[in-house]
T-cell receptor
């Protein structure tokens, strides 16, 4: 049973055309994360939500935004995708930091192509 | 913020043998957690093992174990009896969920 669901698996967008990636979870976890992973590189943390509190990484471009309308859903908005934004985008969830058995649960990712 | 360093970009091991992947970190926190994640070619990230820094005993999960040296800020992963399915990228992380650069492990038949 999928617990962290990312749709779609593959997304194609045009240069400069806004795109939204979605993530949902059935785990009722407090924290949701978005990572960007380019080929042969480590996942790079873009931002995370702790409940409704948004935490942006210092080096995340302004082009990337996120929304979390409720516990279950989190969206990644790329306002004006550039060729350099083509990557795998991974969503992950976890319980509150420091809780017992805290760990990341990952979705399968969305592979974004920018034409 | 924590920093995580994985100094071995690539490693290989023969099937059934043992391999150790290294990870060092820096943190100012007194209590923290350390993680090893595996990412096979499918790119699905999977938790391999988790260590709580306040526990002296090294974590083990079947063929996977860690050598946690708190004073040295070292957290290595040992894979025993390597299997072909262990071929993957391995990432180390400290509890702020930022990853090291990764080690690509290839298990050879």
């Amino acid at each position: 049973d999928a617990m962290v669901i990312q749709n779609p698996r593959y997304q194609v967008t045009q240069f400069g055309k806004p795109v939204t990636l979605s993530c949902s979870q059935t785990l009722n976890h407090n924290v949701m994360y978005w990572y960007q992973q380019k080929s042969s590189q480590a996942p790079k943390l873009l931002f995370h939500y702790y409940d409704k509190d948004f935490n942006n990484e210092a080096d995340t471009p302004d082009n990337f935004q996120s929304r979390r309308p409720n516990t279950s859903f989190c969206f990644l908005d790329i306002r004006s995708p550039g060729l350099g934004d083509a990557a795998m985008y991974l969503c992950a969830t976890s319980r509150a930091p420091g809780e017992a058995n805290e760990k990341l649960f990952f979705g399968s990712g969305t592979q974004l192509s920018v034409l | 913020a924590q920093t995580v360093t994985q100094s071995q970009p690539e490693m290989s091991v023969q099937e059934a043998e043992t391999v150790t992947l290294s990870c060092t970190y820096d943190t100012s926190e007194n209590n923290y957690y350390l993680f090893w994640y595996k990412q096979p070619p499918s790119r699905q990230m999977i938790l391999v093992i988790r260590q709580e820094a306040y526990k002296q005993q090294n974590a083990t999960e079947n063929r996977f174990s860690v050598n946690f040296q708190k004073a040295a800020k070292s957290f290595s992963l040992k894979i025993s009896d390597s299997q072909l399915g262990d071929t993957a990228m391995y990432f180390c992380a400290v509890n702020d969920m930022r990853f090291g650069a990764g080690t690509r492990l290839t298990v050879k038949p």
